[in-house]
Nanobody
Framework: QVQLVESGGGLVQAGGSLRLSCAASGRTFSSYYMGWFRQAPGKEREFVAALSGSGSFADYADSVKGRFIISKDNAKNTVYLQMNSLKLEDTCVYYC?????????????????WGPGTQITVSS
């Protein structure tokens, strides 16, 4: 059974930075794409970033491109999301997820395991 646990959330001022971590267990971490999604109250869960198993391919939502960086450490079975230049609209619950497919990675249907989520609140 795959387990994903996010950490690193919290309160930050606009323009600041945070790094999220997601520790994974349960199957060969380096074989699967990993993703980060986020969800604001009353809105659908949206794609943030995805990273290939080897870490060689990354994809980002336009809203975070140039500000967020997804990376992973296969030796630690951990994926990270470095978030810089945070904006008020980045306030969401952020979810780590592991893919079951190697395509359509911007869609929640391509993922089968999810962490419980961690809250990021950006204040003015």
């Amino acid at each position: 059974q795959v387990q994903l646990v996010e950490s690193g959330g919290g309160l930050v001022q606009a323009g600041g930075s945070l790094r999220l971590s997601c520790a994974a267990s349960g199957r060969t971490f380096s074989s699967y794409y990993m993703g980060w999604f986020r969800q604001a109250p009353g809105k659908e869960r949206e794609f943030v970033a995805a990273l290939s198993g080897s870490g060689s391919f990354a994809d980002y939502a336009d809203s975070v491109k140039g500000r967020f960086i997804i990376s992973k450490d296969n030796a630690k079975n951990t994926v990270y999301l470095q978030m810089n230049s945070l904006k008020l609209e980045d306030t969401c619950v952020y979810y780590c997820t592991e893919a079951k497919l190697f395509y359509r990675l911007r869609y929640t249907s391509s993922y089968d395991y999810w962490g419980p989520g961690t809250q990021i609140t950006v204040s003015s």
